[in-house]
Every structure is written in structure tokens, then in C-alpha cells.
């Protein structure tokens, strides 16, 4: 799950480190407002779940609470990377000196996390590691001690920061350390990181991921979650607790159980064909779920055929079929649909579908041989 930049930096600022006051707002008068409240120059920024937005225009600055309101009127009316803004962060400007790169992240080779720096910070970060990756100091964290001090210190000298930033650097250090592991986050990251002129370490842009496994313990985060920026297909599946990743073939995939749900991908691509998406239904599923996971699948215009999995174990093979044929009275289906299902209640199962034209198999490979054929 992604937080919008506003998000992290209020949780960053519970960890201690140093944001710009301001405020998040969804109207171009809020806008004016906020910029009043601050008084002087203000930085507009779009709160879009993509990266490169000052690139995009999505970030400029205001001289005057008229031109903030200007500015937002504008920036609330675009579409960044194709996800339109609905938000902007009034915050003061800074007066940039030096942009620095501060993030956390897993280093699965490593298996321990990874605190980054570089003093070649801002919106070009991504070339600097392309071009020139020495610039990029790297400190692995063990996980059970978490940063110390010394590693800190290491990373301020790597990337040459002036030692009157020193102390301040590693409280900011140490604080997105505590944020990232405290909130189980694949990614905390301050980009820019900025020494002002005014010679104050601020985090001008602050980005956390958090590991979709971890927020049944993190309430709070799952509160920050924004629906409107997801595809709707994912909020759908989470809210039937489903596991549906979209992919791009044209073979929609209904199966139950994350390890046949893979099994089936690799035999479609076998046999010729592309999967369209990954979709685990899980043990148990009733006739709500399968209908459920049935609208989703169909909701891609890339889908040609379906091909249905089911081990009947748990999950009953009639309670499945039920799932399809209620679900197939809501969604008017155009395309073939090959099913295969074995195990508990089979025979009752195939029975009931034996009559909605439904193409049925008796092995996997077959089903997927039969799937393949249907979108050629
Ligand atoms: P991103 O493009 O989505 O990463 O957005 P950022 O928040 O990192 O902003 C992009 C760039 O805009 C930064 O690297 C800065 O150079 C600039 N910027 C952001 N905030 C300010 C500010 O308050 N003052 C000035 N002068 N520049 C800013
Ligand atoms: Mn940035």
C-alpha cells in the first residue's frame, strides 16, 4: 500500500524529523487559505500515487495566496501518469541549498534492509543510479539491532555532508529507521532531503510503502488508504478478500489456492497461451466470492476466455458452481468459459453446469489446451 506524500510526512514528523508546515487541500480556495495561514511563498504540490510529479508540473511554487489559488486551480484540474489529482499539500517553501537522497528499502540479496544515501538527491536520483552509482552510499541494517549511530555517522561522511549537519542528519536517520520498521514499510524515503540556505536539514518530500501483509496489525495505516487511486478491480477483490493480480494476457484465470492458481498460469503458458491475471478465491469460497472474483475477471476488456481451476477440498465443487451461475444471472458473459473441477462434490458440481454451455474438462491439461483454443 502506498501512502500519498502528505501521509508519510505527518508519520515521518511523529518520528522526528523536520517537514515544512502545511497542509493537504482539495479545493483551490482551501489552497488560498492554507498559503494565507503560512503567509509568504508557498510550493503547490499534486498528491498523486506516482513518482516524477514535479517532472509532470505537478510541483510549483506561489508567490502570493492568489497565486496559490491560481496555481491549485490548475494543478487540481490535471492527470498525472493518467491518475487524476484530487488533492494538493500547501506547505512553505524552501529556500534549497543542497537536495540530498535519504530512503530505506529491502535488499532481499542481502536479506536485511538497506538505508541509501546520496548527496546528488531531487529528481534525478534515478539517472544517478544508472550513470553513477558511486555516488550512492549504501548501509545494511540488521534488522534485530536496527540502525546505529556509527552507520549513521558512515552515511553523513559518504556523502560529504558538513559536520555541523552531523547530529541533526542522524536523528533523521535514526527517525526514518523507526518509521520504516515500526510500520513494517518496504520503502521509507525522503527525496529531497534539503540543507536550506537558512542551513536547516528539512524533508521537502517524504514517500513510504507498506507491506500489504503487515497492515492487519497497523489499523491507523489501513485508514490512510486511498480507494480512489487504486484500480477499482483491487479494491474489489480486498473487499471479498480475494488475491487478484491483473497481468496482460487474454485468459482470465478463477482458481483456488495461491500454488494451483501458479500451476495454472504456467500450464496456459505452456500450452501457448497468456494469463490474464493471478486470482486465488482461497479455501472455503461460497457462492458470493466466486461471483465476486467472476465480475472481476470480466471487468478486463483484455479477457477472451475464462478458465476455472477448482481443487474441491475444503471448497466445495457444487457450492462452486452455484458461485458461476449466480454470478452468470448479473454479468451477461460473450466469451467462452472452459471449467474443471475435481474433488469434493464434483459429479454435483459439472451437473449444474452442464447446462449453461460450458465448456468442460477432465484435466488440467486439457482445460488449458481447451482454454488456449478458445482465444485463438
Ligand atoms: P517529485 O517530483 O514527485 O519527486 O516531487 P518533489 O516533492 O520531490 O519535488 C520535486 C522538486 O521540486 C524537488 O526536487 C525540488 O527541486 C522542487 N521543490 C519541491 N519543494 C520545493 C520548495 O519548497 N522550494 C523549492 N525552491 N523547490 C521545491
Ligand atoms: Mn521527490
Known sequence: MKLHEYQSKQL????????????????????????????????????????????????????????????????????????????????????????????????????????????????????????TPEKIIKVHVDPLLGLRDFQARDVALGIDLPREHWKTFGGIACGLWKAYSENDATLAEINPLVITKEKQLVALDCKMLVDDNALFRHSDLVEMRDVDEEAAAETEARKYGLSYIKLDGQIGCMVNGAGLAMTTMDIVKLFGGEPANFLDIGGGAGADKVAAALRIILSDPNVKAILFNIFGGITRCDEVANGILSALAEVKLKIPMVVRLVGTNAEEGRQLLADAKMITAETLADAAQKAVAAVM
Open 12 to 131: 515521518f514528523a511523529r518520528y522526528g524529523i523536520p517537514i515544512p508546515k502545511g497542509r493537504v487541500a482539495a479545493t483551490a480556495t482551501e489552497a488560498r487559505q492554507i498559503a494565507e495561514e503560512l503567509g509568504g511563498r508557498v510550493v503547490i504540490k499534486s498528491q498523486v500515487l506516482v513518482g516524477g510529479r514535479g517532472k509532470a508540473g505537478g510541483i510549483r511554487l506561489a508567490k502570493s495566496p492568489k497565486e496559490a489559488e491560481e496555481v491549485a486551480t490548475q494543478i487540481l484540474a490535471m492527470e498525472i501518469k493518467g491518475l487524476p489529482v484530487r488533492k494538493v499539500l500547501v506547505d512553505e517553501a524552501a529556500n534549497i541549498e543542497q537536495e540530498i537522497y535519504l530512503g530505506i528499502t529491502n535488499d532481499r540479496a542481502a536479506r536485511r534492509p538497506v538505508m541509501m544515501a546520496s548527496s546528488a538527491g531531487g529528481v534525478e536520483i534515478e539517472e544517478v543510479a544508472r550513470t
